[in-house]
């Protein structure tokens, strides 16, 4: 069974500490690894689509890089704004259209 | 571009009643189209997959009778809620899938449904 388990659950960083989130999966094959940002009361927000080992993507001061077992969303010198959760979801080859969602992780940074 | 439009934004209503939300896809025609449920502090929960002419289909233990979804067009799909119960209220999330190879959703702002 796909699964995908992201880690902290929380993290709180004072501005400019930069850090990372981890997201592990277990897939029989994968598709494509997807990253989003959610604030409070709303709909996620689309940020990364990683589709095999050794890619990475950067947008501003967030790098997302993904291995064979594991994603990272590196996060360079935030900032107050960068407060949100982030989610990250994995499509299988063999589950169809549908994505399996990690739990998130509530990221908070203290200005 | 890939912008996903959800109304109502929130909504109030009477037990027993209906509700209808409606998801757009502003930017892009949507060959699929998602709706998720999602509680306080939880990740999202798929509900259904709709393609567009075609039936939904549903998710295990989700009732397709309360829960009535429509895939009319390539940019809209609507969810209606028959007959509400407190138990119903929650935050309603629709995404929308352009057909490309990127298999990227794009999720609409989402809707807060509150049934009294």
């Known amino acids: 069974e796909d699964q995908v388990t992201q880690s902290p659950e929380a993290l709180r960083l004072q501005e400019g500490e930069s850090s990372s989130l981890n997201c592990s999966y277990t897939?029989?094959?994968?598709?494509?690894l997807f990253w989003y940002r959610q604030d409070p009361g709303k709909g996620p927000e689309f940020l990364f689509t990683l589709y095999s080992a050794g890619e990475e993507k950067e947008k501003e001061r967030l790098k997302a890089t993904l291995t064979k077992k594991e994603s990272f969303l590196h996060i360079t010198a935030p900032k107050p704004e960068d407060s949100a959760t982030y989610l990250c979801?994995?499509?299988?080859?063999?589950?169809?259209?549908?994505?399996?969602f990690g739990p998130g992780t509530r990221l908070s940074v203290l200005p | 571009g890939a912008v996903v439009s959800q109304h109502p934004s929130w909504v109030i209503c009477k037990s027993g009643t209906s509700v209808k939300i409606e998801c757009r896809s502003l930017?892009?025609?949507?060959?699929?189209m998602f709706w998720y449920r999602q509680f306080p502090k939880q990740s999202l929960m798929l509900m259904a997959t709709s393609n567009e002419g075609s039936k939904a289909t549903y998710e295990q233990g989700v009732e397709k009778d309360k829960f009535l979804i429509n895939h009319a067009s390539l940019t809209l799909s609507t969810l209606t809620v028959t007959s509400a119960h407190p138990e119903d209220s929650s935050f309603y999330i629709c995404?929308?899938?352009?057909?490309?190879?990127?298999?990227?959703?794009?999720f609409g702002p989402g809707t807060r449904l509150t049934v009294l």
């Open positions: 995404s929308a899938q352009e057909f490309t190879s990127t298999d990227t959703q794009y």
């Open positions: 897939v029989s094959g994968l598709r494509g």
């Open positions: 979801a994995v499509l299988g080859w063999d589950y169809g259209q549908n994505f399996v």
């Open positions: 930017d892009f025609q949507a060959t699929t």
